[in-house]
């Protein structure tokens, strides 16, 4: 694709900390490369406003190869951008045109607070993973990966739901602002595995209970999460997490 | 774990209103098979006769407490819900997601609900409370038509009576079809969802199942009232 730079108008979200009311803030960058990233361009931004003395604007990164998670920008109305199954860092200058007025928005959830602009608090799904995303092995020599048989179709779908970052463009996406496809992901990722299977009922219950102690709302199967996810995640998953959960609290004891 | 826990989590509100969707589902085509019998070419026989078998059965009459049951429990919960949903975020958008990432109608459910509950409440008006309680304080009573020296309520004249000539509520009852096809159009698979069916060999068969049902039985439905409008029956 050919190579152009153009100027942009930024309507980006301004919020002092989780106390203070928010609101926009109107932002010109100029000469910006379409082959920079989302993130990149908001660097520049940046440097233009450090040097003219002002605040930065305060944003998520990490890695910024797609794979951490931390970014987390609502542009123009879609978790991390127009593109599909794409991160906000993997997010190209190349999506917009000369003259384009962005909107940049935080993750909007009230489990989500706002810690300052577009960094919001995700420790939420921390603690949900603490609650029984995890499966307990002895320490030791690590076991050897072939002595436990699993069907290649089981091996597959658990990669896939594993495939989920934690970014939590699924909340931010979702009418009900509902943590299901994070929480059915990590679910479906172990449930698949004989190495899942001693916690496996304890897991679906004790991470339902803490996503609803978390305060998300519930899934009403819209499919909004399945569409913005940057992993693809597939909301076969959160059917999945329903037919455990409804296993495991009919047959406990 | 309580019973209290299981019903009172996220999921189990879910289960409750997917199981009392797929219930009020096979009401629906009990409902529709019944009074199809309108078209029977027999003045209304068929129909009365089915509907006094509906009427006087025990195991009709049993079922007709369940329905209620079900419809009061969906709606409650669905109301419930709703409002849950809508109160996890205080601070909204400026740049809506909408239609780029689901159907209209199934953000909608809340307000699909609620003008079928309306629709219902009307329906019921006209020709439950009649055929159930005519005659009881100052309810007006259906008439009554003779098959082979046995008298039996004419339901079918009565829906003649709330229909023919009478555009605006065929129209009401129309809109109320029309919304009952969105609201399917969701429910029907998204209840199974609920259930758990990941399966995407069982789930396509569901949603083409969900999208024809969210489609024949409303039209079937609406057909009806727009039958005696136009003089059809």
Known sequence: ?253 | MTWKQVFTSSIGKKLVMGFTGIFLILFLIVHVGLNACIWVPDGGETFNKAAHFMGSMIVPRILEIGLFAGFFLHIIQGYLLTVQNRSKRSVGYAVDYGNRGSKWYSRSMGILGTLILLFLIMHIYHFWTPSRLGGMWNIHELGTVMYNGKEYHDLFNEMRIVFAGNLVIVIVYVLGCISLGYHLAHGFKSAFRTLGVHNNRYFDMIKATGYAFAIIVPLAFAMMPVSYYLGWV
């Not at chain 1, 909301?235 to 455990?244: D, F, G, V, Y």
Request: proline content about 4%; charged content about 20%.
């Open chain 1, 1 to 253: 694709m050919e190579h152009y730079t153009m100027n942009l108008n930024l309507k980006v979200w301004r919020q002092q900390n989780a106390a203070a009311k928010g609101g926009f803030k109107l932002y010109r960058v100029e000469n910006i490369s379409s082959e920079m990233s989302f993130l990149e361009m908001f660097d520049v931004l940046n440097e233009q406003l450090i040097h003219d003395g002002e605040d930065p604007i305060t944003f998520d990164h990490d890695c910024r190869e797609g794979i951490c998670g931390s970014c987390s920008m609502y542009i123009d109305g879609k978790p991390h951008g127009p593109w599909q199954a794409n991160t906000t860092c993997q997010l190209h200058m190349r999506a917009f045109k000369d003259g384009d007025t962005i909107v940049v928005e935080p993750w909007r959830a009230d489990s989500f607070p706002v810690i300052k602009d577009l960094m919001v608090d995700r420790t939420a799904f921390d603690r949900i993973i603490q609650a029984g995303g995890y499966i307990s092995v002895n320490t030791g020599n690590a076991v050897d990966g072939n002595s436990l048989p699993i069907p290649k179709d089981d091996a597959d779908a658990s990669f896939a739901a594993a495939m989920c970052i934690g970014c939590g463009a699924c909340v931010a996406a979702c009418k009900n602002s509902s943590a299901m496809l994070f929480v059915s992901a990590k679910v479906a990722h172990l449930a698949l595995l004989p190495q899942g299977e001693p916690e496996r009922r304890s897991r679906v219950l004790n991470m339902v209970a803490q996503m609803d102690k978390e305060g998300f709302g519930a899934c009403t199967n819209t499919g909004a999460c399945e569409a913005t996810c940057p992993k693809e995640i597939s909301l076969s998953n959160i059917a999945r997490l329903n037919q455990e959960y409804t296993l495991a609290s009919l047959t406990a004891k």
